[in-house]
């Protein structure tokens, strides 16, 4: 149980394009999601928590005007990268949760790689 | 700005060899903590949750240590398989349900 899928895997796009990527936990009801970006060498880093029905947290630093979630289920939340740019190219990762319990274990996406020529 | 730290590493490790990871955070609140494994360009997979007892699971032993602020997780007898970047993760005490990851520790096998 407690699986999570992500769509697409792999996405190269042209610059000033937007990308959206879906997250979905199939077999249990996520009331947090994640969404975490992963560089090259470098550990994730949460972008922002996504609850169910209302607007997702940004974490210093990452604009919500560019990454756009939506967490409109319990099973679904997505990540609209805006008008990507080549520094947007990176590794994204969404995982579930089903609380808010302390240390409630998150699982993981098999992450969406993004490519920006 | 909390932290967690680990070793980049590589460390380069003879097949059937025990190898040791050591992880220190920052925050003496944290009541949370878990080691994941990530392969080259893979999502992240819990490995462990690490207790404060102590826990063992076949080959991997996790210990956490309150009062140095540090976890540790032990390999023994490691296989080729277990290659990979190995990442310490704490929860934010302020936030129960956010984690803090360490960079990793890049571990390789050698036959």
């Known amino acids: 149980g407690a699986v999570v899928s992500q769509h697409p895997s792999r996405v190269i796009c042209k610059s000033g394009t937007s990308v959206k990527i879906e997250c979905r936990s199939l077999?249990?009801?996520?009331?947090?999601m994640f969404w975490y970006r992963q560089f090259p060498k470098q550990s994730l880093m949460l972008m922002a928590t996504s609850n169910e029905g209302s607007k997702a947290t940004y974490e210093q630093g990452v604009e919500k005007d560019k990454f756009l979630i939506n967490h409109a289920s319990l099973t679904l939340s997505t990540l609209t990268v805006t008008s990507a740019h080549p520094e947007d190219s990176s590794f994204y990762i969404c995982?579930?949760?089903?609380?808010?319990?302390?240390?409630?274990?998150?699982?993981f996406g098999p992450g969406t790689r993004l490519t920006v020529l | 700005r909390k932290e967690v730290e680990q070793d980049p590493g590589p460390f380069n490790v003879p097949e059937g060899a025990t190898v040791a990871f050591n992880c220190t955070y920052s925050?003496?609140?944290?009541?949370?903590f878990f080691w994941y494994r990530q392969d080259c360009r893979k999502e992240p997979k819990l490995l462990m949750s690490v207790y404060s007892s102590g826990n063992e699971d076949g080959r991997f032993t996790a210990q956490l240590n309150r009062a140095s602020q540090y976890i540790s997780l032990l390999i023994r007898d490691s296989k080729l398989s277990d290659s990979a970047t190995y990442l310490c993760?704490?929860?934010?005490?302020?936030?129960?349900?956010?984690?803090?990851w360490g960079a990793g520790t890049k571990l390789i096998i050698k036959p």
């Open positions: 925050n003496s609140a944290s009541q949370s």
């Open positions: 995982s579930a949760a089903r609380s808010f319990v302390a240390g409630n274990e998150q699982f």
């Open positions: 077999d249990f009801q996520a009331t947090t």
């Open positions: 993760v704490v929860n934010d005490a302020d936030s129960n349900y956010q984690l803090i």
